[in-house]
């Protein structure tokens, strides 16, 4: 399966709680992604697809971030 279908674009790193959430660095969607235990991603930092550099004092989910990683 490839990153593409499986809503990821260039994974630039990964990090592993010891809960077993996992963070995922999304390079080319300039976001970070969270993977609950249940498999629910989500967009913790950064604007999908919308790079930039912006958002301090604001939520992380409204920052642009260029080439997350």
Known sequence: MTTVATGFTQIMG???????TIYVSDYMAH??????TNGNVT????????????G???QAVNAKLK???
């Open 43 to 54: 967009i913790v930092a950064g604007t999908s697809g919308t790079p930039g550099y912006s």
């Open 67 to 69: 080439g997350s990683s």
């Open 31 to 36: 976001v970070l992604k969270k993977i609950d």
């Open 56 to 58: 301090d004092g604001d």
């Open 14 to 20: 990964i990090a592993v709680t010891s809960d077993g």
